[in-house]
């Protein structure tokens, strides 16, 4: 069973950064995609940054040019670099995973997860 285990998160200063880390594991055979979202009190979850192993890094409008997705593909491990941070910016930060993995009986199996998420906190 693929797992992920994020860390970083914290309470910081507005205009303070944070680097958020999420490691997967478990028989993992490839990674097709993964991404970091985000869900703030009372609101819906959103998608923060994204960054397929064949394809280019997207990023809400809202943190264009303050965060960055970055991927270690050796360590089936992504970050998420968060600078100038903003109170707005408050939120459970929830890391996901899809790619495909060794089944019980060594077939290939698709799979995708989520994170528990961790909490970030801005205060100004």
């Known amino acids: 069973q693929v797992k992920l285990m994020e860390s970083g998160g914290g309470s910081v200063q507005a205009g303070e950064s944070l680097t958020l880390s999420c490691v997967a594991s478990g028989g993992i055979i490839d990674i097709n995609d993964m991404a970091w979202y985000r869900q703030a009190p009372g609101k819906q979850r959103e998608l923060v940054a994204r960054l397929p192993t064949r394809g280019r890094e997207n990023y809400a409008d809202s943190v264009k040019g303050r965060f960055t997705i970055s991927r270690d593909n050796a360590k089936n491990t992504v970050y998420l670099l968060m600078r100038s941070l903003e109170v707005e910016d408050t939120a459970v930060y929830f890391c996901?995973?899809?790619?495909?993995?060794?089944?019980?009986?060594?077939?290939?199996?698709?799979?995708?997860?989520w994170g528990q998420g961790t909490q970030v906190i801005v205060s100004s």
């Open positions: 996901y995973v899809e790619g495909a993995r060794a089944g019980r009986w060594g077939q290939v199996e698709p799979f995708d997860v």
